[in-house]
């Protein structure tokens, strides 16, 4: 099938929306020039309503089809929010905004969303209803889960859900998915360790907490090699470590903090008890104390078996068998999409982005490319869920 030939007579008016977000950038909940943006653009499209400030900023639009004889919803989401990062792409729709770009493509995600919005409320060739999920703070703030809260699903309930994220290295075209645990939880812990200060030429005569924290940082990669079967995937990184003022006093406590990312929630439980043990014990080993605050904030991303397949097909009907792979790599990098899809079953799919720089990077762009290949995509989602009934 290809990209939808109605997208050619629109594809200038969508890049030019994408390239506005894209110099716009807002972070996580702050999006009121970017939700307001969605928001007109899906009511110049002919939507049947929109709803705003869904988890404070989201937005939700709905699109009923010419029939609705299934009773059936599907809901299909995109993200809005940018990074703090400074940009160094030179593109002429660079970010006006220093130090924030849409350096993961929520730009591209929200405008082939859009896309899908003017395509579906145009035809109509549906039966039942779609929901359009426009969702803030994807970059560590949790919107999904404060959508859901402030009643995503109970307002608007979905029987499937679907996301895309834009994939750099696959080529613009292809389309990559897999069903089970495809990107990891985040969770964020900070442990402090808290001893008696001191003088630094006398340690006898306090309790030094910089050996329990080097003995601790240690200990704590030993819970994956040593604690859990070598086949599951699990990844703990201390990332910063803060104490001390003085290179001749002996600090009274020290700071670590740190990410922990795992591909199922039984290795999740594992670290996080052993890294309590640890905390606790390597500590009292030393005559120190210790104390661990363990946060977890996204959960395992789980595409559900039949709707992976489902999105496979759709994408498949678009791109043409053999440049739509059932093998996606897992990775450890976090998707808080997953919270919905512990709400309802659903799966995301990753669509290429070609040769550009990676996610998160101060030199990566959406490539413009993939717009018409994402909204084809929507559409033949739709259609193949939702089929007109005779």
């Known amino acids: 099938m290809a990209v939808e030939n109605w997208i050619s007579q629109r594809i200038d008016e969508l890049v030019e929306f994408r390239h506005d977000l894209h110099r716009n950038p807002e972070l996580l909940y702050d999006l009121p020039r970017t939700a307001a943006q969605v928001a007109a653009a899906l009511r110049a499209a002919g939507v049947d309503e929109v709803h705003e400030g869904l988890g404070k900023t989201g937005i939700v639009a709905e699109i009923r089809g010419r029939t609705n004889i299934s009773g059936r919803t599907i809901g299909l989401r995109s993200d809005m929010d940018a990074l703090p990062i400074l940009e160094a792409t030179g593109k002429q729709w660079a970010s006006q905004t220093p130090g924030k770009m849409h350096a993961c493509g929520h730009d591209g995600h929200a405008t082939m969303l859009l896309g899908a919005a003017i395509g579906l409320a145009e035809t109509r060739n549906f039966d039942g209803t779609v929901v359009l999920i426009f969702q803030p703070a994807e970059e560590g703030g949790a919107g999904a889960r404060a959508m859901i809260e402030d009643g995503l699903f109970k307002r608007f309930p979905c029987d499937e859900v679907y996301g895309m994220h834009n994939r750099p290295g696959l080529p613009v075209g292809e389309f990559t998915i897999a069903q089970g645990p495809i990107m ?155 919270f919905m899809l512990n709400e309802v079953p659903g799966a995301m799919i990753n669509i290429g982005n070609g040769d550009s720089a990676n996610l998160h990077n101060p030199g990566y762009d959406f490539d413009d490319d993939v717009i018409a290949w994402g909204v084809s995509y929507w559409g033949a989602l739709v259609r193949s869920r939702l089929p007109l009934q005779a």
Request: no cysteine; glycine share 10%.
């Open 184 to 338: 990891g939880s985040v969770d964020i812990f900070e442990i402090e360790i808290e001893g008696v200060g001191g003088h630094a030429a006398q340690p006898d005569r306090a309790i030094d907490p910089m050996p329990v924290m080097a003995a601790l940082i240690q200990a704590l990669q030993t819970i994956h090699s040593r604690n859990m079967d070598p086949i599951e995937g699990a990844v703990i990184s201390v990332t910063t470590v803060h104490g001390g003022d003085a290179h001749n006093v002996i600090p009274t406590s020290v700071r670590l903090t740190g990410t922990v990312r795992t591909l199922r929630e039984s290795v999740r439980d594992l670290i996080e008890t052993r890294m309590g043990q640890m905390v606790e014990g390597i500590a009292l080993a030393f005559n120190a104390k210790g104390r661990l605050d363990y946060n977890r904030h996204y959960p395992v991303t789980v595409n559900h078996a039949a709707h992976t397949e489902y999105a496979a097909q759709a994408a498949e009907s678009v791109a043409g068998v053999g440049r739509v792979s059932r093998d996606m790599p897992q990775t450890m990098g976090g998707e808080d999409f997953s």
